[in-house]
């Protein structure tokens, strides 16, 4: 009796992982992108002189060359102004140049990420708004053979 047990336990796996292949693998989440900054998988150090939320958002998966990926900037909106990635290095291309943040209300603003093959570089969030000037962690682009993806940084 426990192997009937195991198989119908296997089917069940087997279903669940099939049915999560309709999910976009660009997402940062099993469960979609989070809904608010302090939910992001990437945030800068909290320090002692006043924390300012700010960070990234994004998935390990890999990627082939010709699929882009999402991350998101994490950052708390209330200030307005605008918010961007910066890359340092190669054969990476980030779209659109910059968001302003009137327009993503929750803080959680997406970017696609295209890597050529070959590419090497980091990601880095910079917000910038009436008296706000703040930036925060983004992912490294690590390029492998078949495709691409996002590590952290260190």
Do not use: K
Not at 14 to 25: K, M, N, P, R, W
């Amino acid at each position: 009796m426990i192997f009937p047990m195991r198989a119908a336990g296997g089917l069940v796996l087997a279903a669940v992982l099939l049915t999560g292949c309709d999910h976009d693998s660009s997402s940062s989440q099993v469960t979609g992108p989070p809904t608010s900054p302090d939910e992001c998988n990437d945030l800068g150090t909290h320090r002692g002189d006043g924390f300012v939320l700010a960070g990234s958002d994004w998935s390990d998966d890999m990627h082939a060359y010709d699929e882009p990926a999402t991350v998101y900037a994490c950052v708390l909106a209330s200030n307005g102004g605008t918010v961007r990635f910066q890359v340092t290095g190669t054969g990476i291309a980030v779209t659109p140049a910059r968001r302003h943040l009137t327009a993503y209300p929750s803080g959680i603003v997406p970017f696609r990420v295209r890597v050529s093959p070959g590419a090497s570089g980091r990601l880095v969030m910079l917000q910038r708004g009436p008296g706000v000037s703040s930036g925060g962690p983004g992912p490294t682009v690590v390029a492998g053979t078949d495709g691409w993806r996002f590590a952290r940084v260190g």
